[in-house]
């Protein structure tokens, strides 16, 4: 089986712009996760997907959307990007959402200048 | 809230030295807990995994077993190689009185470096 794919891997961006991330998850699993990992704050948990449903949210501000479509696929998006939104973002996917063990996509390194 | 407490790094051991990176949780009810590893430049790989009291987790020479009584999930190796030269982290499953959460609560992370 295919792993998570994410596009694209690197992204430079300016201040106050918007960017869009993609996640595939593995083929069958229903559940997208994503994480933002910096140097600063360790891995963090921005939102969960099952069946095109956000079932939870983290602790970040509205700037930071989702969603999912029917295949499974998501994306994330953030608009007005700050420098401190730099990161590495994680996708991960399950083939449940009752706490199985979540596989990783390579992730996305923005960059926000 | 549910929250995960790794030792600090980094750790730097010689090749065939035993590893132990401690691991400690805090959680409401029964979480499933993992170990995750990230090599540079790459995202994080499931390593083993416990999901109820008593487990072990096993994989490639790594173990760690889920303890209730002192609320902890230590990662050991008993010989590490150049090759595990990476950082390891310890993740339960988020959880509150009306179950999985469905994402993963991530300690800070442990870097080890091994040395030939």
């Known amino acids: 089986k295919a792993g998570v794919t994410q596009t694209p891997r690197y992204l430079i961006k300016t201040r106050g712009q918007q960017v869009t991330l993609s996640c595939s998850p593995i083929?069958?699993?229903?559940?997208v996760s994503w994480y933002q990992q910096t140097p600063g704050q360790g891995l963090q948990f921005l939102f969960e997907?099952?069946?095109?449903?956000?079932?939870n949210k983290g602790n970040f501000p509205g700037r930071f959307s989702g969603r999912q479509f029917s295949n499974s696929r998501s994306e994330m998006n953030v608009s007005t990007l700050e420098l401190g939104d730099s990161a590495l973002y994680l996708c991960?996917?399950?083939?449940?959402?009752?706490?199985?063990?979540?596989?990783f996509g390579p992730g996305t390194r923005l960059t926000v200048t | 809230g549910n929250s995960v407490t790794q030792m600090e790094g980094p750790v730097t051991l010689s090749e065939e030295a035993f590893l132990t990176i401690n691991c400690t949780y805090t959680?409401?009810?029964?979480?499933?807990l993992f170990w995750y590893v990230q090599y540079p430049g790459e995202g994080l790989q499931l390593l083993l995994k416990?999901?109820?009291?008593?487990d072990k987790g096993s994989n490639k020479g790594f173990e760690a077993t889920y303890r209730k009584e002192t609320t902890s999930f230590h990662l050991e190796k008993g010989s590490v190689q150049v090759s595990d030269s990476a950082v390891y982290f310890c993740?339960?499953?988020?959880?509150?009185?009306?179950?999985?959460?469905?994402?993963?609560?991530f300690g800070k992370g442990t870097k080890l470096s091994v040395k030939p």
């Open positions: 991960a996917s399950s083939s449940t959402n009752r706490g199985d063990e979540q596989y």
């Open positions: 083929s069958g699993h229903r559940s």
């Open positions: 997907y099952f069946s095109e449903t956000q079932r």
């Open positions: 959680a409401t009810g029964y979480p499933s």
């Open positions: 416990a999901t109820k009291a008593d």
């Open positions: 993740a339960l499953s988020d959880q509150n009185y009306g179950g999985s959460q469905g994402n993963l609560i």
